[in-house]
């Protein structure tokens, strides 16, 4: 009996200490089970969380949003092997407009938004572009039941968040993935994380866990967070 005690006091150390890190990967099959799903995958930049997601899962519908053309050209390899997909080549906002993009070395970064001067490497704008802008809730309006939505779209997520509220009042994405940037990461950006949470909260969507918080001299810079109907 002691060493039964012993044992599960050893082991709820072990938990509480490893309790700081989010394992994804079980997030994401406890939530989506072993079922086929239908993902969406806004900023999908070269692919690499797509090719994450085709992994560990079976896919049945796939939509991609990439507005840099070039990028958003070499992701049709990407969906070939998938039922039905679709590489849309625009911005997703909260208003159809055609907007001013900066193009940075490092694509990952690409924005609408300047960065501030927190990462020197990342900040070089190789070039400007006009990128065309949509709204979600015009593209799925017809009540498709979404498994699965990641968004990272470097400052812009919440006006993203915006334009899928029809979507969203119906219940229609079970998963939502965001990156929650902070003030310290881009310019002019005009909203804040209460404004996210406050909003998601609103149609019944409760942050439930975050991954990957990247931090610059103490300071959270972004990370990411998960969010689903309901409990």
């Known amino acids: 009996m002691q060493l039964l005690k012993y044992y599960q006091k050893i082991d709820d150390a072990i938990s509480y200490l490893l309790s700081s890190v989010s394992n994804e990967k079980k997030l994401l099959k406890d939530v989506l089970g072993k079922k086929e799903i239908t993902y969406i995958d806004i900023g999908t930049n070269v692919g690499n969380y797509l090719d994450y997601v085709k992994k560990h899962f079976k896919i049945k519908q796939v939509y991609c949003f990439e507005p840099i053309e070039s990028l958003a050209k070499d992701l049709e390899n ?17 208003k159809i407009n055609k907007k001013n993009f900066y193009l940075y070395d490092i694509t990952s970064q690409s924005s609408f938004y300047k960065q501030n001067d927190t990462y020197a490497s990342v900040q070089k704008i190789k070039k400007k572009i006009k990128v065309n802008i949509k709204i979600f809730d015009m593209i799925f309006n017809k009540s498709l039941k979404i498994d699965f939505c990641k968004i990272d779209a470097q400052g812009e997520e919440y006006n993203i968040l915006r334009g899928m509220e029809k979507n969203l009042k119906k219940g229609n994405i079970k998963l939502l993935k965001v990156e929650l940037g902070f003030p310290l990461m881009h310019k002019n950006v005009n909203y804040t994380y209460l404004d996210m949470l406050n909003y998601l909260n609103r149609f019944g969507y409760n942050l439930f866990s975050i991954s990957k918080i990247k931090y610059k001299n103490n300071e959270i810079l972004f990370m990411d967070v998960f969010f689903r109907k309901g409990r």
């Open 78 to 94: 990407e969906i070939l092997d998938i039922k039905k997909g679709k590489i849309f080549n625009c911005a997703l906002s909260n």
